[in-house]
């Protein structure tokens, strides 16, 4: 591995599972000579030079077993006349940073696809073999443990100078058939799916060779396959084989953009800096986890982050989505350069997200579990570990015992919500109790007519009030009738640390296994939202086996009732998701029996929680306020960054104290 630099490390990987190795993939980093003062298209292509060595010096601290980078080292192209003087830069700029990174070839380093509608000169042999003197052959392979990973040149294949690759692949994978399979391309197979059409398209592989290569691997039981080149990142599942798109550390691509129902980012899209990163994967005995280091166009790296867990290594934990957006949008990117066709893609940053902040479950109406397409993605999610729960309205006409049959285990739990009056009817009571021979079953109710502040008419109440659980459970009780779990919520104006702490103060409720929280983000305003969902996910850590879903998950900006979500409308993290992130995997590792606290210092409010040995003190501060730090570690949750040992920090928002 790379000696790594002399100072405060730029990771924390502490709350992770050991894993049996881990490696970095990064992509299209687009080296560029500095131009001066000459008149740019992009005013942001003056930064993705140093954009790619911030990036680069990040991952050579990670402790890698080694790194791939997936293509495109510079932005010129071979025949331009500049191309060997930014390539002989962007490999100082490599070197520099202490990374020896596998390569794959990408179009800017040896040329695009075979196909006459490309914006540059295909691979010729000549620019080929000048690539395979200064670099090596451009398809190999290595092992590491028990996994075998090979690189290969999608910019040759369906062309006669992919002959020899393509004979070679064949005998490797089957040579390495008892290894754990991992492949790398700079060209992605598809984007939408592996039937979509390729000539024009400037963001696929051609046809013959992109059926051959996706039987093959799924012939040979391939369990990742990543590729580069689009600048935006995408997922898709063939079987048992996970297909990842990796982003660019450099610069999104113009056109994705009408992905999203926000205006453009800056630049025309270009410069959606947010969607910046490269990926840390992790192996284990039984899977495969992806983490998204998020670069976001920053240059200088000064405070420690905080790498947290997948939904798969946090099974129990409280975090989940309520998707009032659907998970998986669509679009098609219109016929503009470099395409000369449409492109039809979908929308996956709310699908990487939900795995991202970890997760464990999410709630989707009904009509999800009915789409092909949303269901699909539903399956991926479950996949990878995170359970969904659909629900859907009462009425007298419900036939449960239909979506069940039609769709076998396509839900982990379905929720039936009462409608008009929060207590189920006897017809209800039957249907339950009917349905939960076969099923996992939750109850939520939907009750219109509640006064708001500030609102000309009444809104919709959806879940349970406190008062109302004894109640219902006497019903329950009568009918000998035990639930899953029953949906409460926890209003705006009330405090989720004294609501569940009222919670655990009831008695226990014998016919409902627990209770779920609901948690609707109530404005605009970012940073009261990270302290509040901070609060309601830390008293959480009182109750065994509970979910808290948090909605919307996506900014509401054009409906009755507006509210910034989980993501905004570029489908980037607003802090509240990084506070939630942070804080799923320190309440999980830290899994104790703990007793409550509270009190103020500083003029911040601080939400403690006590066992025999370990304290986790929530700060919540309104208003920044320096913090002394010797002997603990500080979080700040929403900045995803972590403090240890330090006179004094900064806290700006929700920060977790763990001593």
Known sequence: MPNKPNHTPSFDLTLLPPAQQQFTILSDTHYMLDCGDAPLEFASRRKQSQRAGAALH?????????????????????????????????????????????????????????????????????????????????WYSFSNGPSHYIILNTQIMNTPLGVEQRAWLET?????????????????PYLWDPAEPHLGHYDNLGQPDRTWLLQLLSLHRVERLFAGHVHFAFCDRLGSLQYTIVPSTSFTR????????????????????????????????????????????????????LITRTPAALQGAALALTLTHPLCPTAEVPLAWPSVIRQRVRNDYPLLAVQEIGATSVRVPWTDIEDTLQRERLQY??????????????????????????????????????????????????LLADCSRRTP?????IVPGERIAGKQHPRTRLGFRLQELATLNELLTDRELILES??????????????????????????????????????????????????????TALLPDTQLYVDPILDLDRTMDIAHGVLDGLCNPRPIFHALRCLNTLLYAHRKAWVPEEREEKGVRILVLRSKEHVLEL???EEPVGWTSASQRIYDLAAGTVAVDTDKVLIAGPSLVYS
Not at 517 to 526: A, E, F, G, I, Y
Request: one cysteine or more; glycine letters at 4%; proline letters at 8%.
């Open 58 to 138: 990040l991952a050579a601290q990670l402790d890698s077993d080694f790194t791939v980078h997936l293509g495109d080292l510079i932005q010129e192209y071979p025949d331009t006349p500049d191309f060997e003087a930014a390539l002989d830069k962007a490999l100082h700029q490599l070197e520099a940073s202490g990374l020896k990174p596998q390569l794959v070839a990408g179009n800017h380093d040896v040329g695009d696809k075979a196909d006459p509608t490309m914006p540059s000169h295909p691979v010729t042999a000549e620019i080929l073999a000048q690539y395979h003197r200064r670099f090596g052959p451009s």
């Open 381 to 430: 999610l479950r996949g990878a570990g995170i359970a969904v729960q659909a629900f859907v309205p009462f009425d007298d006409a419900l036939d449960l015992h239909h979506l069940l049959d039609h769709y076998p285990d396509c839900a982990d739990r379905w929720e039936v919500q009462t409608a008009g009056e929060p207590m189920p009817d006897t017809t209800c009571l039957d």
């Open 254 to 305: 113009p056109g994705f953009g009408h992905l999203f129902t926000s205006a453009p980012a800056p630049e025309q899209g270009r410069d959606d800096a947010p969607k910046l990163g490269f990926y840390l994967c992790r192996v284990f005995d039984d899977r495969s986890d992806l983490h998204l280091i998020r670069t976001a166009g920053e240059t200088d790296f000064t405070a420690t982050q």
């Open 619 to 621: 700060l919540l501060p």
């Open 172 to 188: 490797e994978l089957q040579k390495h058939d008892a290894k754990r399979l991992f492949v790398f391309l700079h060209l992605p």
């Open 486 to 539: 029953a949906l409460c919520r926890i209003d705006a104006e009330d405090d989720p640390w004294t609501t569940v702490q009222r919670f655990t103060a009831l008695p226990p409720l014998s016919h409902i296994r627990r209770v779920d929280w609901l948690l609707t983000l109530p404005s605009r305003d970012d940073n009261a939202h990270a302290r509040l969902a901070a609060e309601a996910l830390f008293a």
């Open 441 to 445: 079953l939750s109850l939520s109710t």
